[in-house]
C-alpha cells in the first residue's frame, strides 16, 4: 500500500495513521513528526525550522521535499508507505510523483478526513501529545490510562505549542491557500476518496480498512 492522508491540521491524520500502521505493516512517515523530533532533539534541521512550525507556518518546499525524498529511498519503505502531512503544497506533490520510489510504485489511494472547522478547533485545543514519542491523546475523546502520562513510553504528555487557539486558525489558512488545492489534484487522477472524521476513530479507522481492502486486489494487479 502506497498511501496519503490528507487533510486539514486537526482532521485526524496521525490518529488514523498509527491504526493504518499496525494494520498493513509499512512505515508511518508523517513530517510533521519528523521536525518536532529535530526540534526536541536540537539538530540542525530542528534549529531551521522551530519557529516556523510554532508559528503555524511552512516549512519551505525544497527543505521538505529533500527530507521525505531521503526517508522514502530508506529499504523499509519498499513494500509500502503512510505518507501524514506531505506533500501539502502543489510542488511537494508534484516532487513526489517525480520521486523513484512512487516511479516504481505509484500511490494507491488517497484518503482525504473532512472535519468541520469548528470540531477541528476544539479537537486541536483538547489534544495533547507525549513529550518523548509523540503519541496523540484528547482529554476528552481518548485519555491516556494515567492522567498526563504516555501509555506507550511513560513520559509527561503535553500541549503542543501550535496548538493555542490563534495558531491553529493561522495553520488552517495555510492549509486552505496552499493545501486544499491537492484535493483537486489528487480527485483529478482518481486517487482520492473522502472519509468522514466526525464519526468515532474507531467507525472512521473501520471505513478507510473496508475500502483498502477493496481496491486492494486491483492496486496489486495493477502495480504489485
Ligand atoms: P503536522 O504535524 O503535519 O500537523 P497538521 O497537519 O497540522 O496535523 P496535526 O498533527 O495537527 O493533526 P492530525 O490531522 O494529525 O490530527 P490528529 O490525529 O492529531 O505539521 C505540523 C507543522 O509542521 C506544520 O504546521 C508545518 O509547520 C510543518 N510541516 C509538516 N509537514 C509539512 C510539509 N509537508 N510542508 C511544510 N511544512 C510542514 O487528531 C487531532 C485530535 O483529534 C487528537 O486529539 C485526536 O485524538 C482527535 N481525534 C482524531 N480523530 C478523532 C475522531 N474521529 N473523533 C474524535 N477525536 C478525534
Known amino acids: 500500500m502506497q498511501l496519503i ?110 472535519v468541520r472547522e469548528s470540531v477541528i478547533v476544539e479537537r486541536l485545543s483538547n489534544r495533547r501529545v ?5 503519541r496523540t491523546y484528547n482529554v476528552v475523546s481518548l485519555k491516556p490510562q494515567i492522567e498526563g502520562v504516555c501509555d506507550a513510553c511513560g513520559h509527561p504528555v503535553i500541549q503542543r505549542k501550535d496548538d493555542q487557539t490563534a495558531t491553529i486558525l493561522h495553520r488552517l489558512e495555510a492549509y486552505h491557500q496552499a493545501t486544499e488545492p491537492l484535493v483537486g489534484y489528487y480527485r483529478d487522477q482518481n486517487l482520492l476518496i473522502d472519509f468522514d472524521n466526525e464519526k468515532s476513530i474507531q467507525d472512521t479507522a473501520q471505513a478507510v480498512y473496508e475500502y483498502l481492502e477493496q481496491i486492494r486486489p486491483q492496486a496489486e494487479a495493477d502495480h504489485g
Request: glycine share 8%; aromatic share 4%; net charge negative.
Open 130 to 134: 507525549c513529550s518523548k514519542c509523540g
Open 5 to 114: 492522508l490528507l487533510g486539514p491540521p486537526g482532521s485526524g491524520k496521525g490518529t488514523l495513521a498509527s491504526d493504518l500502521e499496525q494494520r498493513y505493516q509499512i512505515p508511518h512517515i508523517s513530517t510533521g513528526d519528523i521536525f518536532r523530533r529535530a526540534v526536541r532533539e536540537k539538530t540542525r534541521l530542528g534549529l531551521e525550522v522551530e519557529a516556523i512550525i510554532s508559528q503555524g507556518e511552512l516549512v519551505p518546499d525544497t527543505l521538505t521535499i529533500a527530507l521525505v525524498e531521503d526517508r522514502l529511498s530508506q529499504s523499509d519503505c519498499l513494500n509500502g508507505y503512510l505518507l501524514d502531512g506531505f506533500p501539502r503544497t502543489l510542488p511537494q506533490a508534484e516532487a513526489l510523483s517525480e520521486m523513484p520510489v512512487v516511479q516504481n510504485k505509484p500511490l494507491t489511494a488517497v484518503i482525504n478526513l473532512v
